[in-house]
């Protein structure tokens, strides 16, 4: 490990809201992430051991990309279990993104990703990483 790096041990993930009732019902409802609680700047969560800073903003624009994933041992599963959640994932239409009915692209390598987003237009991903 270089050693200008090991002080970098977790990982916490942020994100933006402009309505944290609707987040906080995402996150917590939804996506069943323990909420940690509201600390007047971001609202927190603890995604299965990883802390999600939900910052509240008066006003915010979504990057065009994902901006948070989870790695998942099966996306077609993972796809459904979520969608009867109520999470509704996305189908972009894009001829070099060729996805599967349920929104599941396979990369040439085997990854599998399926992208969904937040009720502020995060967008968030879930995948599957084949072993090289």
Known sequence: MNPRTKTL????????TTDAAKATAFYQGTLGFRFVGDDGFALIFDAHGTMIRIVKAQAFAPAAGTVLG???GDVP????ELS??????????LSFLNQDELGVWKAPGGDEVAWFKDPDGNVLSISSHAKA
């Open 9 to 16: 041990s977790k990982i916490i993930g942020f994100l933006t």
């Open 70 to 72: 989870w790695e998942v």
């Open 77 to 80: 599963t993972a796809v459904r």
């Open 84 to 93: 009867a959640q109520g999470v509704v994932f996305a189908q972009f239409g």
